[in-house]
């Protein structure tokens, strides 16, 4: 089995490795002027704008998400939290005048959420990446950013032995349905609970399955505390996740998430950043709570 999802794997993209993001540009400029032209390369594109925010409340740090029915269609055929991967992200970070513009990878974000679900969409995949990355075209050439991982070692992605896998979430909290659990996080999303904020919802009514983008906006368990130590310019992506499928709640652990996206962590920075996933845990728990 494992032996097939490599070799499908390898089919999607020829490249040995992928890195997790691209620079689109880099432009002297303000994160509000940057971030209009992106929005109008998005919506002209045919996507759908559905948030942005300021992690760590940073005016210098900008995230905008967004999405459309393609990507829709495809991370609800796969059962597995799929939704999580149904939306893009492009980062802004505003330093000495001028302002960084980076693009999360689709590939390298469908293969580790889809990899090990993949049963005949890899033509898909690949067709709905190439499409995202073209919104982009205007600013010049896509350079990869941000470090690399083997394509090979995406769809069963881990840091190392003994940590968690893609399969392996934090399970928040068990509804006694899907309406109970919309409502309850809805709430304490707009009171923000726990100094959170919502940058986005995505709500898959006749599949009972909803995901929320929370910016965590404590200054001491939140964004602010883990992207001084593992660095800002990997912002794209961000915000963390709450995913609702039917009547469990459950999100991505940080020891496998925070790994994934900062992929040349060493050992070491990790450990600086030890208390991180437990405190984004205790965080969305939190919201699940009446």
Known sequence: MLIAIVLSTLQICAQETLSPYFKIAELETSVSEASQQVKDAIVANGYEFIGEYNPAHDENLFVICFTNEELRGLSLQFNDRGALASIMRVGFVHADGKVIITLLNPEYMF??????????????????????????????????????????????????????????????????????????????LSENKGNTYK????????????????????????????????????????????????????????????????????????????????EIENTMESLTEK
């Open 111 to 188: 293969l580790a959420y889809w990899g090990e679900q993949l049963n005949g969409q890899e033509k898909l995949l690949v067709e709905v990446s190439e499409k995202v990355k073209s919104i982009f075209k205007d600013f010049g050439q896509l350079e990869n950013y941000g470090g690399e991982v083997k394509v090979k070692n995406l769809p069963d992605y881990h840091f190392m032995m003994m940590m968690p896998y893609f399969d392996d979430p934090d399970e928040l909290k068990e509804f006694s349905s899907f309406e109970e659990g919309l409502e309850v996080i809805r709430k304490n």
């Open 199 to 278: 940058v986005y919802e995505q709500i898959f009514l006749n599949n009972k399955i909803a995901v929320f983008g929370i910016g965590l906006w404590d200054d001491e368990t939140g964004e602010a505390h883990f992207l001084e130590t593992v660095g800002e310019g990997h912002i794209a992506n961000l915000p963390y996740e709450i995913i609702l499928q039917g009547k469990e709640a459950t999100m991505l652990t940080g020891k496998y998430r925070i790994a994934l996206f900062w992929p040349e962590l060493s050992m070491g920075t990790f450990m600086k950043i030890s208390s991180t996933p437990g």
